[in-house]
């Protein structure tokens, strides 16, 4: 069983920078691709970015090019997205997921382990 835990959310103002961290135990993390998804209140959640096992493949979102990054440590366990030029429509719950293979993917359906999430909040 995978576990996922996010941190690094927060409130920062407009044109702020955020790296929000995902730490997985339980499972074999070097061999999962992973991805951020985002909700925000009274939206389905949306695809923010992916990257495939090895970290050397990446897709983000075209809402976040240009300002996001994600990228992986194997060796911490651990995801990251660094997210700079921050706007008010970035503001949500980001959550972090693993999935059983190592491809990437943008479709949250084929994701098998989820983290709780963690607020971002941008302010104008």
């Known amino acids: 069983q995978v576990h996922l835990v996010e941190s690094g959310g927060g409130l920062v103002p407009a044109g702020g920078s955020l790296k929000l961290s995902c730490a997985a135990s339980g499972g074999t993390f070097s061999t999962q691709a992973m991805g951020w998804f985002r909700q925000a209140p009274g939206k389905e959640r949306e695809f923010v970015a992916t990257?495939?096992?090895?970290?050397?493949?990446?897709n983000l979102a075209d809402s976040v090019k240009g300002r996001f990054t994600i990228s992986r440590d194997n060796a911490k366990n651990t995801l990251y997205l660094q997210m700079n030029s921050l706007k008010p429509d970035d503001t949500a719950v980001y959550s972090c997921?693993?999935?059983?293979?190592?491809?990437?993917?943008?479709?949250?359906?084929?994701?098998?382990?989820w983290g709780q999430g963690t607020q971002v909040t941008v302010s104008s």
């Open positions: 990257i495939n096992w090895t970290g050397g493949v990446t």
């Open positions: 997921a693993a999935r059983y293979y190592g491809a990437f993917s943008s479709n949250p359906t084929d994701y098998a382990y």
